[in-house]
Structures are given as structure tokens and as C-alpha cells.
């Protein structure tokens, strides 16, 4: 069961235009990292999108930006994410607030938690909250905590890492906050080995984070900027990859539907990416597992990674133990999909 699969439709146009690259003299900066982030565009409804070497590289951009031109001076995460995400803040020399709670129905924070600890913090409207969509869904209540983030003055940023293509009441991911930014590695929902791509309505950030990639050299008025640019061959094989979006979400979702239709057979817990108002990418396939029944029987039953399998601060709620993942990716095999249906059968 190779995980890393991509559609032929992808491998058939990178293979058709990687000759264009050569030809064309523009191995770095041309025209298919354009292409990239238009198509990005177009797909979320962005005003600007930037291409990145990786969803690190843009969310470290944006807060720098956001530290040095806006004056936030702070930063928080959520307990349910990645080591990396403490790390952007302290990079950029900016002080850790702590970690909102997650919540073991999506492993995401509540409106609830969010508001109850934003009422905690001292000085608030210099605070950046980093919210990480978990598990390839828009967290279903960000609309709310988008709202509770303005009253406080905080700045909600996106890590959109898991969520390309995912959406809620039509909106994707990285368009509720003020910037969000999507991960193209390899393991990924939407995978073209490495590279991320920032997303924003703000006129002001969109028109710095282009900048900001090539060192602000031909305005020459900013204080910040690095080199985080992909080169265009591997903006070609992300285009080449993004183009067969749908063809990729909907190969999971039949996945994911097979799965959802066992669990609620065999009265199982998961979280849900398909309902009237939610559209996920199934990055994960995460069945709650409180009991930690499932868990206990590593071994009988064909398992991923958990989502995460630490806590960025004290895990109330048990998530780390308290779910599995399920295999769930593009082209893996319906057989595969059967066998670890079966296995789930066979603990009842």
C-alpha cells in the first residue's frame, strides 16, 4: 500500500511541460509559479495568494510582517498541533501566550475555549492566534472564533496545512482570518513533495508577502524579507497537482464514505468531513476512540500515524490516546479499504 500516489492526469502534464522550464531560461521566478498562484486563486477565492517553500516558510513570513510593520508583540497556538507551529512565534521573536484547549469531537478548539481563554490574556489586541484546522476539515466553529478573535483585538491566522480544498458554508480554509497558508508536502491531502502557498484578502499583507520572498529588492522599502521562493520546476509539479484537485477529493470522499458507512454500522465514533455545511479533504481518517478499546488493539487493525500524538499543553480532553487514524489516501487500494473494514468487523 505505497501512500504517495499522484493522479496521472498530474504526472502526464508535469511530464508534458518540464521541457518548457529549460527552454524558457526561467528556472526560478517564470511563469509557473504565476500559474501556481492564480490557480490557487481561482480555486479559493483569494485576492492574493504567495507561493512558499513550505506552509513554515508562510506562516513565518506573516508574522513577521505582522511583528515588525503592525506591532504584535505575542503569539498562541491550540494544545491539538504540531510542535513546528511554537516554534514560527519564537522565531520571529515574538512571546508565547500558551495553547488554547482542543476539544475531542474535532480535535480543534471550541468557540467556547477560544473565547475563555482570550478572556485570560493580558493585552489581547497584540496577540496573533495561529488556529490549525485539524485532519483535512475547516474547525466548524471558526466563523464564531473569528468574531470572538475581533472583539478581542487578536489577529486570527490560519495554518491551513491540512486543508486544502477543505471548506465550510462554501468558504475554505484560510479565508475567515486574515491570512492562511496551505502545505503541499508530501504526506499531504494535495501533495507535490514540498511547498505552501499563503492566501489573504488584505491588500496590504497580499502586496508584503510578494515582497517579502524576494527581499523586498526592487522597492527596496521594507525592513523585512528572505528568500522562501520555490523553483518553477517544483511550482510546475504543484500546478500539475492542484489542477487534479477535484480528482483527488473525490477519490478520498468515496474512501471516506465507505468508512463512515462502517462506523455507523458497527456504532463507532469518527469525526465527520462530509455534512451539509462541511466539505473535508479526509487528510485524515480519525475514528474517537475515548475508550481507547481500538487503540489497544495496535496490531489488529491497519493504522496511520495519529494525528498528533502529543499535546502542546495539558491534554483535558485526552485526544492524543483517545483516537485513531485510518488508512485514507489518494489511490489507495478499495481492497485495502475492504480489509481494514473487515478488521473493524471482526472486534465486535
Excluded at 484546522?133 to 473569528?146: F, K, L, R, S, T
Aim: glycine letters at 10%; proline letters at 3%.
Amino acid at each position: 500500500m505505497g501512500m504517495i500516489k499522484l493522479p496521472e492526469g498530474a504526472q502526464t502534464f508535469f511530464k508534458d511541460n518540464i521541457d518548457s522550464v529549460f527552454e524558457s531560461g526561467c528556472i526560478a521566478e517564470g511563469p509557473w509559479i504565476d500559474a501556481l498562484e492564480q490557480e490557487v486563486r481561482s480555486i479559493v477565492g483569494s485576492s492574493f495568494s504567495t507561493s512558499f517553500c513550505s506552509n513554515g516558510a508562510g506562516l513565518n513570513a506573516i508574522l513577521t510582517v505582522l511583528r515588525k510593520e503592525r506591532g504584535f508583540t505575542k503569539y498562541i497556538i491550540q494544545a491539538n498541533t504540531m510542535y513546528g507551529m511554537k516554534l514560527l512565534g519564537d522565531n520571529v521573536g515574538m512571546s508565547y501566550e500558551g495553547a488554547v484547549p482542543s476539544s475531542i469531537d474535532t480535535l480543534m478548539p471550541t468557540a467556547s475555549q477560544v473565547d475563555v481563554f482570550l478572556s485570560g490574556l493580558r493585552k489581547p489586541a497584540q496577540t496573533v492566534f495561529v488556529l490549525s484546522h485539524i485532519g483535512g476539515i475547516v474547525n466548524p466553529d471558526v466563523e464564531e472564533i473569528a468574531d470572538i478573535c475581533s472583539s478581542y483585538g487578536v489577529c486570527l491566522v490560519e495554518d491551513c496545512a491540512h486543508s486544502l480544498g477543505a471548506t465550510l458554508n462554501g468558504r475554505h480554509s484560510g479565508t475567515f482570518g486574515l491570512a492562511g497558508v496551505y502545505s503541499l508536502y508530501a504526506t499531504k491531502a494535495i501533495p507535490s513533495g514540498e511547498g505552501g502557498i499563503s492566501v489573504t484578502n488584505d491588500d496590504d499583507l497580499g502586496e508584503k508577502l510578494a515582497r517579502f520572498v524576494k527581499y523586498d529588492r526592487f522597492e527596496m522599502k521594507m525592513d523585512v524579507g528572505l528568500n522562501l521562493r520555490v523553483s518553477e520546476i517544483q511550482a510546475l509539479l504543484s500546478f500539475s497537482v492542484i489542477r487534479e484537485l477535484q480528482t483527488i477529493l473525490d477519490d478520498k470522499r468515496e474512501i471516506g464514505a465507505l468508512y463512515d458507512k462502517a462506523c455507523e454500522r458497527l456504532g463507532l465514533r469518527y469525526v465527520p468531513q462530509q455534512t451539509s455545511v462541511m466539505a473535508g479533504n479526509y487528510y485524515k481518517y480519525i475514528l474517537l476512540d475515548t475508550s481507547g478499546e481500538l487503540r489497544s488493539k495496535w496490531g489488529c487493525i491497519d493504522q496511520t500515524s495519529p494525528v498528533y500524538g502529543y499535546s502542546m499543553d495539558e491534554d483535558r480532553d485526552g485526544i492524543t490516546s483517545g483516537h485513531i487514524c485510518l488508512p485514507i489516501w489518494y489511490g489507495l487500494e478499495r481492497s485495502a479499504v475492504q480489509n481494514v473494514i473487515g478488521q473493524l468487523e471482526g472486534l465486535q
